[in-house]
């Protein structure tokens, strides 16, 4: 933590967001307490302009949004409950750290999240990178590998809205409304992963790479196979950006018992999940209605 | 943690240091365990290339192993011991990532932490932002607000390596020697930090910045002045370097009781720490010898 951080407590400080810890920044590291006894989750992604976001249709603001937003995404698929963020920042010259801060400042308060440290310094392009801890109750965490045959795969939402609202943004920088919000600011889904933790979810992910890649990540982890009855289209997008387009940070979670699945979503005053198919004993089954599930989405953001 | 850690963890086994955690890697967030009811130390730096360090001058192993050392710096300078880390890299198309990795996974082997997860992506400037966490003893945290008028000022060790070997880099981009490799390896005074922790240490900073800023850092935080007797000098460097250059990662303390000081850290069979000089009411004073003392170092990296 270095002196640049004046700055920046100075900016969360007038956002009015920033609850501090027993320490915070401006001492060597801040001190935080830890759950008694527990397990902490620690978290990290980095976005890099050119990469991940570009300046021309999403504001600095929301950059720091998305950037905090993701990665307490990584909790909620554990079924933890965000703590803190630490959020190191490569700015160029001229670049709005303000609006970047105030962005992150708000997500954090969204997902109910301190941001309690961090660095900054100059650079030729924008990079956040963000480090995220949380806490897990007994049950928890639920990992990628425990999926069983039988089990009943779950979707918290609909898909591909950010990848319909990436597609008008490309198009029209300027564009507004739900689907280019839902690509500029997307919401962690920590109340929906503490009801799948709460119901028995016996495997989750946050769907961030696409439900192609990241269902394949589940059933490998797992050793199942997978077949799926529907895919949840989001209003306004297409079946291939639902399944390949990434980025909505929904969650995916395989369960043994529905009914209690939908009744932990209902006590906690949640949308219920929409299930959307199966985890089968052979491996190297994909199938969308008895079809091969397409790989559209298969590491389509890397490389 | 996304898809490309499977690379990183790769390299990370081969190198034979990675003791995993409860879940690790390839996961939506690390497991670890924490301090029973205990609090957690949190800090977090980044490196840049063309503004912290020089490809040309230090290799990518060099940069791993210094962006390590410089988090669990912190740690040391609280009177922490590091636990984890988490390690996300920007790097360029060709950039030397199993050179880098090697550097990390071996400074974080040096100094008992473990790699527990970060993230990776491409981009035009290599980027290594770190978080590392650690625990602190019910004594600890050491802040650096706690000096009070009377208390002896000690320093870890000499000054003025790192600048000195930085001189000599930069006029021999191919300079080896002690100077040197304090400027491309330095180590974190972790069990120094432990030391003066168990001896009453009231303040402690470690000397990043150089001794005239770390020194004013902690003279303001505990509303005191500083008089100093004399300020040790790494052989090979100047006075200047001593006072004004930075990232020695000594560590810098303050103490009421310098018997006890050098008890624990013989106890701990460490080299004596060198008394300094010594904290005054006045919080105005600054002075070396009964001169003002130099700011050269004042901020002289940032801007």
């Given amino acids: 933590v270095s002196g640049e951080w004046a700055a920046i407590e100075q900016i969360a400080s007038l956002a009015g967001k920033l609850d501090p810890p027993e320490v915070g920044m401006g001492d060597d590291a801040a001190v935080v307490a ?24 999403c504001s600095p603001s929301d950059v720091g949004w998305k950037a905090l937003a993701v990665n ?8 933890g409950e965000p703590l803190h963020a630490l959020v190191s920042v490569v700015v160029p010259a001229g ?22 440290g961090g660095d900054l310094s100059s650079g030729s392009e924008l990079v956040v990178s963000v480090v995220v801890t ?24 609909p898909l591909g809205a950010s990848a319909a609202g990436l597609a008008l943004l490309l198009a029209d920088p300027g564009a507004s409304g739900p689907l280019a919000e839902a690509h500029r600011r997307p919401h962690a889904r920590v109340a929906e992963g503490l009801a799948a933790l709460s119901a028995g979810a016996t495997a989750m992910i946050d769907v961030s790479d696409g439900l192609a890649t990241d ?49 932990a979503f209902e006590d906690a005053g949640l949308r219920p999940p929409v299930a959307i198919g199966s985890c089968v004993a052979d491996a190297s089954v994909r199938l969308l209605r008895g079809e091969p599930l397409g790989q559209e989405g298969f590491e389509h953001r890397i490389g």
Avoid: K, N, W
């Fill in 34 to 57: 830890v759950p008694a006894g527990g397990r902490l989750l620690l978290t990290a992604d980095l976005v890099v302009e050119g990469v991940h976001f570009d300046l021309s249709y």
């Fill in 215 to 263: 269902l394949g990540h589940v059933a490998r982890a797992s050793g199942v196979g997978v077949s799926l009855d529907e895919v949840p289209v989001a209003a306004g997008a297409t079946l291939e950006q639902a399944v390949g387009g990434g980025e909505d940070y929904e969650l995916l979670f395989t369960a043994p018992d529905p009914s209690a699945v939908i009744g």
């Fill in 134 to 157: 949380g806490r897990v109750a007994g049950a928890g965490p639920v990992l990628r590998s425990g999926a069983r045959p039988g089990d009943t795969v779950f979707l918290t939402g």
């Fill in 95 to 116: 670049g709005d750290l303000a609006g970047l801060y105030e962005g992150l400042v708000a997500s954090a308060g969204e997902h109910g999240c301190r941001v309690v």
């Fill in 72 to 79: 307490v995404s990584d909790v909620a698929a554990m079924g």
